[in-house]
């Protein structure tokens, strides 16, 4: 079993920033490809990032890139979601996730297998 909390999320003007942090249970964060998933409402759940077990490479998603960086202290059990250049388009409520499978696959989903309970996100414009 692996639990997960989001903090971080508030209100903020368009153009700010923020950032989200999950913090993990267990000893073995460390071993786990984790990503930030997001779902506005009346939407669909979408990928936002992920990062490797060790943090050497990260992923995201188009309308993200250059403006949010993922990072992880696998010291702290804790992995980041730094956003930047906030849009109201942006949102939406954040979740992050493991994959303790190892499937490695940043934006399916369902290849994730613990997640948080969310931190919401609102930009206002």
């Known amino acids: 079993q692996v639990q997960l909390v989001e903090s971080g999320g508030r209100l903020v003007q368009a153009g700010g920033s923020l950032r989200l942090s999950c913090a993990a249970s267990g000893r073995t964060f460390s071993s786990y490809f984790m990503g930030w998933f997001r779902q506005a409402p009346g939407k669909e759940r979408e990928f936002v990032a992920a990062?490797?077990?060790?943090?050497?490479?990260?992923y995201y998603t188009d309308s993200v890139k250059g403006r949010f960086t993922i990072s992880r202290d696998n010291a702290k059990n804790t992995a980041y979601l730094q956003m930047n250049s906030l849009k109201p388009e942006d949102t939406a409520i954040y979740y992050c996730?493991?994959?303790?499978?190892?499937?490695?696959?940043?934006?399916?989903?369902?290849?994730?297998?613990?997640w948080g309970q969310g931190t919401q996100v609102t930009v206002t414009s």
């Open positions: 996730a493991v994959d303790v499978t190892g499937y490695r696959r940043p934006t399916y989903a369902r290849d994730y297998d613990y």
């Open positions: 990062i490797s077990e060790s943090g050497g490479r990260p």
